[in-house]
């Protein structure tokens, strides 16, 4: 089975500073790594997502995310927030077989910019 | 295209009730999933269905079904409801193909008093 730890629950950071939102996973086969965001009263935005290839993948909102296969890590960075940023994010992995496999979540890091 | 569609966007419901709620996938998608999202539990997958067949299953108690209909519309139905069913219940869709992304819609909030 897989896992997924988000190791911050709260990340409160001032606006155009770098923020680093951290996931280190589980798993005993090959997986697929995501990152959603979650704005306020809203549904699940994809980020970003990991398949294969380069491990530093770009998303939308200059986000962006490195996968560590031997640290099992796959954080997510910006360069320079912004307060539109504030919003919750979570780190998901699905079995990498394609098809059926479901999302598995981490519990989620609610980043707060501050002015 | 319209993204995904969920009615009603909130409910309020009574202990021992049931209650339905609707997912409308994207345009050409035939797999959709759902999730249960609480504060304590986080987000937890609740079962997939795909070509009207349900294809996986989280672990829920059987209070919580579901089905999907020839248009790949899709309802999830919990019965018996208990103060513990209080979440946002998200629907996610995608082709259904290999490994491609999930569009979720915004989500059913239940009340249940």
């Known amino acids: 089975a897989q896992s997924v730890t988000q190791l911050d629950s709260q990340v409160p950071v001032f606006e155009e500073a770098p923020v680093e939102l951290r996931c280190n996973y589980s798993s005993s086969v090959s997986v697929y790594l995501f990152w959603y965001v979650q704005y306020p009263n809203q549904g699940l935005q994809l980020l970003l997502k990991y398949l294969s290839g380069s491990t530093l993948v770009k998303g939308i909102n200059g986000f962006e995310a490195e996968f560590n296969k031997s640290q099992t890590s796959f954080h997510l960075r910006k360069p320079s927030v912004h307060i539109s940023d504030t919003a919750e994010y979570f780190c998901a992995v699905q079995r990498g077989q394609g098809g059926s496999e479901k999302l598995v979540f981490g519990k989620g890091t609610k980043l707060t910019v501050n002015p | 295209k319209a993204g995904v569609t969920q009615t009603p966007r909130y409910l309020i419901k009574t202990r021992g009730q049931q209650v339905t709620l609707s997912c409308s996938p994207i345009?050409?998608?035939?797999?959709v999933s759902w999730y249960q999202q609480t504060p304590g539990q986080g987000l937890q997958f609740l079962f997939e269905?795909?070509?009207?067949?349900?294809?996986n299953k989280g672990n829920f108690p059987g209070r919580f079904s579901g089905r999907q209909f020839s248009n790949s519309r899709s309802e999830m139905n919990v019965s018996t409801l208990e103060l513990g069913d209080s979440a946002l219940y998200l629907c996610?869709?995608?082709?259904?193909?290999?490994?491609?992304?999930?569009?979720f819609g915004p989500g059913t909030r239940l009340l249940v008093l």
């Open positions: 269905y795909f070509s009207e067949t349900q294809r």
């Open positions: 996610a869709s995608r082709t259904g193909e290999g490994t491609e992304t999930q569009y």
């Open positions: 345009s050409g998608h035939r797999s």
